[in-house]
């Protein structure tokens, strides 16, 4: 039997889902240059616009030239030098836990943690809505897999009395997807009465989030028996890539010794933890970053709840408008394409049928004038009513 790859593909097609990689011709910023046209940008997850800040760059310049530029092979073997053990002492100072451990992307670390943590006879209870990476994650361990309604602490309630073995609690800080928050005291407090752990993903909360950046759990002033594992990553608010897992030293330790994902893979390039490192002091010392970013996220919410558009409940840089219909939500990111602004259409199955959104994302880097032209340029679609 031959494997009908057209046919997929024009299924795709037909059900208004296919994908397309924008190729990208300059650095990350509000402004980028895409298929010879520049834009104004709002799909980043750059949050503090720190991608193309010079001071990162230069520190990765500088670490290529000291360490060169490959990670050489995997960090057990001989792939763990210094800079990463560097990066790794000052996020756990950072994150005020004992160790840190780091991987070279959050998909890896995700599969890394809760394949080593839980196996056959183990549950892990998921949001419904927790990154493709968690979900994955969860399916390839071989535990009991359930999943709770999004954000529903009865739900949850209910998933706990099914659950045997080792019980992991995992879900993201800030939904990728729709940019509200984790109810995560409630969750630790359902965690620590059912002796099982909490996991949180705070990949677009950590460094946005919380006075310090400290992400979801300072927001909430949580600790690390309330939330024994925390994962970040670095190629959102920090600019760079990769991502951390964050515990205690027997966590981390245990990861060492039983991850596979993190031992059988090449470490990641130096150098990147030598920007990281820069990008980690700008996110500690640049506090105006973080400010500004809120204040671009009132105005936009403002703004785009005088036009009556569909938000969600997002205090966050993530701010979809819920369109439904997958042909329009394309619709609409072409016209705005058209007017110069680059906005992507997020469809089913990154999120649930009939769900299909705008998924606009603020940074530090924008600017005011530049939020009041996205709306200008949404309230001319919704002028057009941008259909199909
Ligand atoms: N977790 C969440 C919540 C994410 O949104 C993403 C990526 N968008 C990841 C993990 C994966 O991180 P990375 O891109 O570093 O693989």
């Known amino acids: 039997m031959s494997f009908d790859l057209a046919a997929r593909l024009a299924a795709r097609q037909a059900d208004n889902l296919y994908r397309q990689r924008p190729l990208l011709q300059s650095p990350q910023g509000p402004v980028v240059q895409v298929e010879g046209k520049e834009y104004l940008a709002f799909s980043s997850n750059d949050y503090l616009g720190l991608a193309n800040h010079p001071q990162v ?11 060169g530029v490959g990670g050489g092979a995997s960090h057990l073997v ?7 053990h560097q990066l790794e002492q000052a996020l756990a100072e950072f994150t005020g836990r004992e160790r840190v451990l780091l991987m070279s992307s959050g998909y890896m670390a995700n599969l890394a943690v809760i394949t080593a943590l839980v196996g056959q006879g183990d549950t892990v209870l998921h949001d419904r809505l927790n990154h493709a990476s968690l979900l994955d994650a969860g399916l390839l361990s071989g535990a009991r897999f359930s999943r709770y309604l999004h954000n529903d602490l009865d739900s949850l309630k209910q998933r706990f009395q099914r659950a045997q073995g080792h019980t992991l609690l995992v879900t993201d800080g800030v939904f990728s997807m729709d940019g509200d928050l984790a109810p995560l005291p409630e969750l630790a407090e359902q965690a620590k009465a ?11 909360g950590f460094g946005v989030l919380g006075k310090n950046g400290g ?35 027997e ?28 990008s980690l002091h ?27 558009l569909n938000l969600m409940d997002s205090p966050t840089p993530i701010q979809p408008i819920i369109i439904g ?19 992507g259409a997020i469809r089913p199955p990154t999120v649930p049928a009939g769900s299909a959104r705008l998924r606009i994302t603020l940074t530090a880097a924008h600017t005011a004038e530049q939020v009041q032209q996205l709306l200008d340029g949404l309230a001319a679609c919704q002028l057009e009513a941008c259909d199909e």
């Open 194 to 204: 059912h002796g099982a752990w909490l996991m949180v993903d705070d990949a677009h």
């Open 57 to 67: 760059v230069e520190a990765m310049q500088q670490g290529a030239a000291r360490w």
């Open 78 to 84: 001989i792939g763990h030098s210094e800079p990463h």
């Open 325 to 343: 219909d997958s042909g329009k939500a394309m619709a609409i990111s072409a016209k705005l394409r058209q007017l110069g602004i680059l906005v």
């Open 215 to 249: 992400g979801l759990l300072e927001h909430y002033g949580l600790t690390a028996s309330e939330v024994p594992v925390l994962v970040g990553t670095l190629g959102k608010s920090f600019g760079t890539a990769g991502a951390f897992v964050a515990g205690s030293e």
């Open 282 to 308: 700008l996110l500690q010392t640049e506090h105006w970053r973080r400010e500004h970013l809120q204040q671009l996220i009132q105005q936009f919410r403002q703004g785009a709840q005088a036009l009556g």
């Open 251 to 278: 966590l981390i330790e245990t990861l060492i010794q039983f991850a596979r994902p993190y031992i059988y893979t090449t470490s990641s390039p130096p150098a990147v933890a030598c920007a990281t490192l820069a």
